[in-house]
């Protein structure tokens, strides 16, 4: 008998996410499951490898509507929950990684500091080919989930594409697909392709304190209204559609050496 695809699923909104649940309800027709996210919040940890988790790893069940499923929450960043469920927990390399369903719309050049965005990286590091899958909510939800949110039109835009990245061909140079779906969407809602916007659409606001050596934490809002490219991931949220981005790993510049060396030598043409 054929094996059915492996399929790990992460997120950076911990374990208790209704929105890990939600994924898993979105890609258990597509196979096998292996769930292995943050025990915590993890939220803005991005692609990185904090020293201070430990790695213990606990059994957790998964449910949603009825159905369940057997999980690992593990002391770890969403990367290194990715790394546990890799090379410790499969039995065999997954054929696909998808991390999610995040409250909150990931998109622009913020993404850097996803932790949603930085679990589907870290698997494309790994030779598996990764989704990356989040919802526009109120920011009030971002860093509390609830289980107020619709991810109707999610699961199913979630299986498409999953569905498609399992089965179809891959482009080339495409290492994650970075999917966001707007709160207005419905399965029958379109989508298109985009790329990052390039304008900030988090915008970081100053810290609540009298003196240094008070608590700080930065907060941030949404720019709603500053114009931007209508290609771009942040143009097709507001426009209900959903946005799907493909990534690339290699951060390096469309230059050539000869330009760069032009530059960096003070030459002028």
Do not use: C
């Amino acid at each position: 008998m054929t094996e059915k695809p492996l399929i790990l699923i992460s997120n950076d909104d911990g374990i208790d996410s209704p929105g890990i649940a939600a994924l898993a309800a979105a890609l258990d027709p597509l196979g096998e499951l292996l769930i292995v996210a943050p025990r915590e919040q993890q939220s803005g940890m991005g692609h990185s490898f904090p020293q201070f988790n430990d790695g213990r790893l606990f059994e957790r069940t998964v449910r949603y509507n009825g159905q369940s499923w057997p999980g690992y929450a593990a002391n770890a960043s969403p990367a290194q929950a990715v790394q546990h469920g890799v090379v410790e927990l499969a039995a065999r390399k997954p054929d696909l990684v998808v991390s999610g369903i995040n409250f909150g719309e990931n998109v622009g050049t913020g993404i850097t500091g996803s932790g949603t965005v930085g679990a589907a990286i870290e698997a494309s590091a790994l030779g598996i080919p990764a989704l990356a899958v989040s919802i526009e909510t109120d920011p009030s939800l971002h860093h509390n989930p609830d289980d107020s949110v619709d991810f109707t039109a999610a699961i199913h835009f979630t299986r498409l594409f999953a569905d498609r990245w399992l089965n179809g061909e891959r482009p080339a140079h495409v290492d994650v697909l970075k999917l966001d779906i707007p709160a207005s969407a419905t399965p029958e809602s379109a989508w298109r392709m985009t790329r990052l916007e390039r304008s900030r659409y988090f915008l970081p606001l100053p810290p609540l304190r009298r003196q240094l050596g008070d608590v700080g934490r930065l907060g941030y809002t949404v720019d709603y209204h500053a114009p931007v490219d209508p290609q771009s991931d942040v143009a097709a949220i507001r426009e209900g559609v959903v946005s799907v981005t493909p990534l690339t790993i290699d951060l390096t510049a469309m230059i050539s050496a000869a330009e760069i060396e032009r530059l960096m030598n003070g030459k002028k043409n």
